[in-house]
Structure formats: C-alpha cells, structure tokens
C-alpha cells in the first residue's frame, strides 16, 4: 500500500448504539434534576466501557461559553474532576474546588473548603460537578439547582 498516512482518521469515533442510548438518558436524567431540588445521578459500567468518554461527551454538549474580551471562553458551569477510590470529605470538597477552576490550601479547614465551594458554586453558577472515581467502575453526576 502506498500512500501517506492521514492522521486525522485517529479522531474517528464509531459510536454503538447503546452509548447514545445511555447519552440521551443522561441528559434526559440532568433536565430532570433541573425540575428538582438537584440529584445525585450514579453512572455504574465495567471497566472500560465508555464512561468517562460519556462524561467528557456531557461536559462538552451542557458547559456554557461566555463571551470575553474578544474570545469565546468556557464557563465552570460544568465541573469534571478526578477523586480517589474511596474519598473522604476533603477530598470531595478539594476536588469540587479543583473541578470548578479554584484551588485550595494545603491547610485549609473542611468548613472553610465548604464555604468557600457554596459561594464559587453561587457566584459561577454552576449547575453540574461530575466525578471520576479512581479504581473503581464508578462515576457520579451531581446537578447543583
């Protein structure tokens, strides 16, 4: 075969019909929540079965885009971030800090983390702080009204 080699055939996706499925549940499942006083939606499959591409997939089609100074910027209105296996509440408040573009300081108290999340989250207005469980088959979408 002769020939050059296209990179761009690497960005090709084949979608099963089952992903789009479980995609149009979950937005289905997030405008609920937006009916509610929030939710807590588990995103459960074995391993490597596309869950965090679906996650990836939800952040791109619900984050908002603000417009700046000349140039489209994202919103944190949807945060995605990362959380060991078996978190406890800091790791959870850091990480919803982390998810939402905040840092935190390595000394800072839970109650203040807390506070300091209500606030950023009111402030941004954020609706959606997806999780991504480390060693686990886990992944939870909590919708923040």
């Known amino acids: 075969m002769t020939g050059t080699f296209d990179p761009s055939i690497l960005d090709i996706r084949i979608?099963?019909?089952?992903?789009?499925?479980?995609?149009d549940e979950m937005l289905s499942a997030v405008d609920l929540?937006?009916?509610?006083?929030?939710?807590?939606?588990?995103?459960?499959?074995?391993?490597?079965?596309?869950k965090t591409d679906l996650?990836?997939?939800l952040q791109e089609k619900l984050s908002r885009?603000?417009?700046?100074?000349?140039?489209?910027v994202p919103s944190p209105n949807f945060g995605l971030q990362t959380i060991p296996a078996k978190p406890n509440d800091l790791d959870l408040y850091r990480a919803m800090l982390m998810s939402i573009g905040y840092s935190y300081g390595a000394r800072e108290r839970i109650g203040d983390?807390?506070?300091?999340?209500?606030?950023?989250?009111r402030d941004e207005d954020v609706e959606i702080i997806a999780f991504r469980i480390c060693a686990a088959d886990t992944m939870m979408l909590r919708y923040i009204p």
């Open 15 to 23: 979608r099963h019909h089952a992903y789009d499925e479980c995609f």
């Open 55 to 57: 996650l990836n997939d």
């Open 113 to 121: 983390l807390r506070t300091r999340l209500i606030q950023n989250v």
């Open 33 to 50: 929540a937006r009916h509610q006083k929030g939710a807590v939606i588990p995103l459960l499959g074995p391993t490597r079965c596309g």
């Open 65 to 72: 885009t603000t417009q700046g100074s000349g140039r489209t």
